[in-house]
């Protein structure tokens, strides 16, 4: 009872309260100190993740590439090639040009598009003939086999280009589709102040997830820029080895600027909508093909479908 009248006393009252509030003003100011930040912890962790997954996709690929990129030609492939003299015979700068825009480099992958444009006709040919000689020969006559081998035989002459004109056309859908972001990015990285070299460093190391036929593109055009005298050659091998008009349109800008001093940011947020109207041109273009493509699938299973559930109650009545 003596406990609760000192209480009650104006003075010990007023003691108890300031001593309440300034408990809960020490509890008020740390308790931010002691709250764990979960969001920064997090996103912390997301990003030491992300690096480790960019290092460890970075060295896959050069791993993947280094035998495309960098080995020379060996056995049995140069051997033939060197003997038959098939560089006077098949090269051309043509060839080359588009084994770049394919991402196949170096000696090697020459060599090997040269003995495969001189040998697959003469295995299709030689195949076609022991064929339609030996196994089967379809109730026809000699001259129209020795015929069909001959036109086997020029197929397989044709057959290497058809290949490496796919391989040249995915890379370039590929590159189209990150194109424009890719753009982008380089914008933004010219109006922050960077140089152009780091600039195409930085954004091939992001659109590397999108792209990465055009992540490569883009580090070689960093290491060109780095160690050529002339950056206009730099911006022309980029433009060679992609053959898209996106690209050459970048490429000249690139040039003129160099030459005259012009601003860039305009140029490319000019480039960058053009770019993004062509993809999706492309993706109008392939949307508007699909009723004509869907008329003989519809008329083959659907339509018989639909008449028989139509036309099957009226039939049965009227044979009954």
């Known amino acids: 009872m003596d406990f609760l009248y000192s209480l009650t006393e104006p003075e010990n009252a007023l003691m108890l309260l300031a001593g309440l509030a300034a408990f809960a003003t020490i509890v008020t100011l740390a308790m931010p100190l002691l709250v764990s930040d979960k969001l920064g912890e997090r996103m912390k962790y997301v990003a030491t993740e992300r690096e480790a997954l960019r290092r460890q996709f970075r060295e896959d690929m050069a791993r993947q590439r280094t035998d495309r990129l960098r080995h020379d030609p060996r056995g049995f492939v140069k051997k033939v090639v060197d003997q038959l003299n098939l560089h006077e015979l098949l090269e051309g700068e043509e ?6 825009q394919a991402g196949l480099r170096g000696q090697a992958p020459l060599y090997t598009f040269l003995f495969f444009r001189f040998v697959a006709p003469i295995i299709l040919g030689l195949g076609t003939l022991l064929y339609l000689f030996l196994v089967d020969d379809f ?3 000699g001259t129209a086999r020795i015929a069909i081998a001959f036109g086997a035989m020029i197929i397989g002459f044709y057959l290497p280009n058809i290949v490496l004109q796919n391989m040249v056309q995915r890379r370039q859908e590929s590159i189209q589709r990150a194109f424009p972001d890719a753009l982008d990015l380089l914008l933004i990285c010219v109006e922050s102040g960077m140089s152009i070299e780091a600039a195409f460093g930085k954004v091939s190391t992001e659109v590397g997830n999108s792209s990465i036929e055009l992540m490569e593109e883009m580090t070689l055009t960093t290491a060109e820029l780095s160690y050529l005298q002339d950056r206009r050659v730099a911006y022309e091998n980029l433009a060679s080895r992609t053959g898209l008009p996106g690209v050459k349109g970048l490429c000249m800008s690139l040039i003129q600027a160099e030459r005259y001093g012009t601003p860039l940011g305009q140029a490319l947020r000019v480039m960058a ?9 492309a993706a109008e273009k392939k949307a508007a093909a699909l009723p004509p493509k869907l008329t003989v699938p519809m008329i083959a299973f659907f339509l018989p479908a639909l008449f028989a559930v139509i036309l099957g109650p009226a039939a049965i ?3 009954n």
């Open 95 to 100: 060839i080359k040009g588009k084994l770049k």
């Open 139 to 141: 109730d026809m006559r």
């Open 273 to 281: 909508q053009e770019n993004r109207d062509i993809r999706m041109a």
């Open 317 to 319: 009545q009227f044979m």
